[in-house]
């Protein structure tokens, strides 16, 4: 049944002779490869981006006791 399944899927997308397993190999290297250098870029981004969340954080922290600090000074 999983034979036919197979045979039937290759005859519908025109696969007439499968790739050798040394062609199959180096594709998958070579998409390892793109994923890995994908990944590295994705975490540089997300470290980068964690890294300005923070100093944004830090100046409405600075920003805000600033201003709570302003208004004591100021008489009423």
Same mark, same amino acid.
């Given at each position: 049944? @999983?034979?036919?399944?197979? $045979?039937?899927?290759?005859? =519908?997308?025109? &696969?007439?002779?499968? +790739? /050798?397993?040394?062609?199959?190999? $180096?594709? &998958? %290297? %070579?998409?390892? /490869? #793109?994923?890995?250098?994908?990944?590295?870029?994705? *975490? #540089?981004?997300? =470290?980068? !981006?964690?890294? @300005? #969340?923070? !100093? *944004? /954080?830090?100046?409405?922290? &600075? @920003?805000?006791?600033?201003?709570?600090?302003?208004? #004591? @000074? &100021? +008489? /009423?």
């Amino acid at each position: 049944m @999983l034979s036919n399944a197979a $045979s039937k899927y290759f005859k =519908d997308h025109g &696969i007439t002779k499968l +790739p /050798s397993t040394k062609t199959l190999q $180096s594709e &998958i %290297q %070579q998409l390892t /490869s #793109e994923k890995n250098a994908l990944y590295k870029n994705y *975490r #540089e981004k997300r =470290d980068r !981006v964690e890294e @300005l #969340e923070r !100093v *944004r /954080s830090n100046l409405e922290n &600075i @920003l805000g006791h600033k201003k709570e600090k302003r208004h #004591e @000074l &100021i +008489p /009423s």
